[in-house]
């Protein structure tokens, strides 16, 4: 039992992170030879640019030799709304080139894609407002209508005519968590210019040429590249189109540094597996030297050397078998544990069950249990002549203490990779504990936050501020225990909608060129924000009730953006009184406060340059009313009320206010600060699993061997207590044993922690790769607990009676 025990737990971990890489690294794309789809992104001095506009691209259509089709897309990723016959459905709408499915390989299983013209993928005609349902939006909104085609569907309050109906497993862009439509892009008048604020950009993927590769295509694309960026007549935008990136499709899934941590994690699960094994061999080895005598009996029997061996590994497979059978149900488990924090972090919103990929995957890992576990004890067993394992007394022969030294080895190695995962483990908690204690800017107790998409169709023609918004906040503000309650389009470290702001300097100047390269956070707050979150003015006020549609339009920006724009935070009222942007008609915006810096994306950032402008301000015809109030907003609420409580009655006001709303996300501010630690406290949950099995099977190691050694010599250790051997002299002489293991054991593991922690490097945070606190209180508690599991054997040792032990012999 103690051997499948074992054996399960590094077999669980194994399987558990390696369906984590097969949903996240090696999950294949539902396309046709998805390996020769890759994206194409323009880069320059601020790296990579986010979409490409319509005369670059047809370029590199035209001009290219790599590449057998090109399509591009407006990734919609912001929630829209579908009126289907069970009411709205939340969907995201894509804009697609006309020849976007065939580059795929897909097509409808029923209707038709869009049609265009075959050199621009220009949408022309009837085909300018249709539409293409994915199967879940299909199944779910229309009931798998068979007649659907034809028929006129509404996003957005716009009518669409249904054209085609994709297959159940396609998805694109690949990944999505929501359902999905399609609609066609329809080029204008804005694609035929090269304008970074002016022309619409879009992302770009093409497929390559058969006997074409990545690097072939970016390298020539970047030929092409060089001569499309002479085109831009402004030399800054000029400078951010430099250059371009060409890279899988599927390996821009997944974030660089998320990568990184995966692997990080799957390391450890494999050293977590070989710790088993070797924790599983050390527990056959001693079994293999109780059954010398059973050997040797075969073996005289006229059993050959291969047939006893081949036996120790059919022994070794059952039980390796076995434990993987146990190991599958612990990998369920963990992943049942972990599946929120998983989708939430490596962008998977597939339930994580194990498929084929890891079944083989795991049967491999248990014949390589199996082999590892017991092809020593086989040899040990074996190697042992048979009148000299015949013998009474034969335990204690040369070949004991052979198997002796063999078993000491590897729990040195047992505790050398305990050691270095044990050490991973204690970096990340050590980063846990600074960000715990990073500075947030703002209060987070008692505030209670609503993430509502907004029906902003629904409000076409009126002003969605005193439609909606307005007459929402009243209600809650009015609730009892409510203390303050404010809108804004994202609270601070949310991740639900960020929008970026650019200033449009002209000029070479220090100070426009600052500008030009400034790049802000972009909120839309109500007046009572700095109520809820109680957070710090630097300089000048912030928003309050004298603001509003018809008072000078104002705004509020931090710390980190006047350094950024005056080039220094030396003296904040500097900037105070500066025009920053226009809401429209003329209307110029003072800046009239400068907040606190705070974290706003996340707590291991430093704070952004953030402009922050007030709700009660923007009408309709503001520049930037569709992005700041049309799109999503969130509610923050203090309340001293539970949340338990208060969220079901905040939860019904949000719906009266608008049907669309049911579907809001609640939690609390917390949770938000909780979720922002992201992917470092992931690891470090993981890590604490990984690590704690390990130290457990560690010291069940040391104490498997004293214990053997103990038993092994009861004689010896009899015959030292009679002639005259203190009891604390035999406990120091187990001990000194455990001792020398450990430290050695701990030696080569501090060597291994010191190359594994990098790869832990991208999920710290102030923490030093090579950190020796952690490697020294690590160490000594590996040792600690060593010595501790060494003190029952060596209590035992103490306490043999001389007599009892010399009968024995």
């Not at 970047?222 to 499309?228: G, N, P």
């Not at 809401?583 to 400068?594: D, H, L």
Request: proline fraction near 4%.
């Amino acid at each position: 039992m103690s051997v499948i025990g074992t054996l399960a737990l590094g077999l669980g971990a194994a399987a558990a992170m390696f369906t984590v890489i097969d949903h996240v690294i090696l999950r294949p794309l539902p396309y046709e030879n998805p390996n020769q789809i890759v994206s194409i992104n323009e880069t320059g001095r601020r790296g990579i640019r986010d979409g490409s506009p319509f005369l670059d691209l047809q370029e590199w259509q035209e001009r290219n030799h790599s590449l057998s089709d090109l399509a591009f897309y407006s990734p919609n990723n912001h929630v829209s709304f579908l009126e289907g016959n069970t009411g709205a459905m939340q969907v995201l709408a894509p804009s697609v080139s006309a020849n976007l499915f065939a580059l795929l390989g897909e097509h409808p299983a029923i209707g038709r894609t869009f049609e265009g013209d075959p050199g621009d993928r220009a949408i022309r005609g009837e085909d300018a407002k249709t539409l293409i349902l994915s199967d879940t939006v299909w199944r779910t909104a229309y009931g798998s209508d068979p007649n659907i085609l034809g028929k006129a569907v509404r996003v957005n309050g716009e009518s669409y005519i249904v054209i085609g109906v994709m297959p159940r497993a396609f998805t694109f862009p690949f990944g999505g968590a929501n359902p999905v439509v399609w609609a066609p892009i329809v080029l204008g008048d804005a694609d035929a210019v090269r304008a970074k604020h002016q022309s619409p950009n879009y992302a770009v993927i093409a497929r390559l040429k058969q006997g074409a590769t990545v690097q072939s295509a970016e390298a020539e694309l970047r030929l092409i590249q060089a001569d499309v960026s002479k085109a831009y007549t402004d030399p800054y935008d000029r400078e951010e189109v430099a250059s371009v990136q060409v890279q899988r499709y599927g390996d821009s899934l997944v974030d660089t540094d998320l990568r990184k941590a995966l692997l990080a994690l799957s390391g450890a699960a494999v050293l977590l597996w070989l710790i088993a094994c070797v924790n599983a061999t050390s527990l056959l080895l001693a079994r293999a030297t109780a059954r010398q005598r059973e050997v040797a009996v075969h073996a005289a029997m006229g059993a050959s050397r291969g047939q006893i061996t081949l036996r120790f590994l059919i022994e070794g497979l059952f039980l390796s078998g076995i434990a993987s059978l146990v190991g599958l149900g612990l990998s369920a488990l963990t992943l049942r544990l972990f599946e929120q924090a998983l989708k939430a972090q490596f962008n998977v919103h597939t339930k994580l069950t194990t498929n084929l990929s890891v079944v083989l995957v795991l049967l491999g890992l248990t014949l390589a249990s199996a082999l590892l576990a017991s092809i020593l004890p086989a040899l040990s067993a074996t190697g042992v002549s048979v009148d000299h394992a015949l013998r009474q007394g034969s335990v204690q022969s040369g070949t004991g203490r052979k198997q002796h030294r063999a078993r000491s080895l590897l729990v040195i190695a047992e505790i050398a990779m305990s050691l270095t995962l044990l050490v991973g483990c204690g970096l990340l908690l050590r980063t846990i504990y600074v960000l715990r204690h990073v500075p947030l800017g703002f209060r987070t107790d008692h505030v209670i936050v609503a993430n509502m998409t907004i029906p902003a169709y629904r409000f076409t023609g009126r002003d969605i501020r005193t439609q909606l918004y307005q007459p929402l906040l009243e209600r809650v503000q009015h609730l009892p225990g409510v203390q303050s309650a404010s809108l804004m389009t994202e609270v601070p470290l949310g991740k639900t909608f960020q929008m970026a702001f650019t200033l449009r300097a002209e000029g070479n100047s220090a100070t426009d060129v600052r500008a030009r390269n400034l790049s802000a956070q972009f909120r839309a707050v109500g007046p009572e924000m700095q109520r809820v979150f109680r957070f710090r003015m630097s300089a000048g006020r912030f928003f309050n009730e004298q603001d509003t549609a018809v008072s000078p339009p104002v705004v509020v920006v931090n710390r980190a953006f006047v350094k950024a724009y005056l080039g220094n935070d030396h003296d904040l009222r500097k900037i105070l009184g500066e025009t920053l942007i226009s809401y429209g008609e003329n209307r110029r915006a003072t800046v009239i406060g400068v907040l606190d810096d705070e974290r706003q994306v996340s707590i291991a950032e430093e704070s952004e340059p953030e402009i922050e402008v007030c709700i009660p301000q923007i009408t309709p015809n503001s520049g930037f009313y569709h992005f700041a109030e049309g799109l999503a907003m969130d509610l923050a609420v203090r309340t001293e009320q539970s949340p338990s409580s208060f969220i079901p009655e905040l939860r019904q006001i949000v719906r009266d206010a608008s049907p669309e709303l049911a579907t809001a996300n609640f939690t609390t501010m917390q949770q938000v600060v909780e979720d922002s630690y992201g992917s470092q406290q992931l690891a470090a949950r993981i890590l604490e699993i990984f690590g704690g099995c390990a130290l457990l099977l560690c010291i069940a190691g040391v104490y498997g061997l004293l214990a053997y050694l103990v038993t092994q010599r009861t004689r010896e250790l009899g015959v030292r207590i009679a002639l005259g051997a203190q009891r604390y002299q035999i406990i120091r002489l187990v001990l000194r044993q455990a001792a020398w293991m450990l430290v050695l054991g701990s030696g080569v593991g501090l060597i291994g922690a010191y190359f594994g922690a990098n790869l832990l490097r991208t999920l710290l945070y102030q923490v030093k790769v090579y950190d020796p606190w952690t490697m020294v209180l690590v160490t000594l508690s590996l040792i600690g607990s060593g010595l501790t599991a060494a003190c029952i054997p060596a209590r035992r040792a103490a306490g043999i009676d001389p007599m009892q032990a010399l009968r024995t012999e």
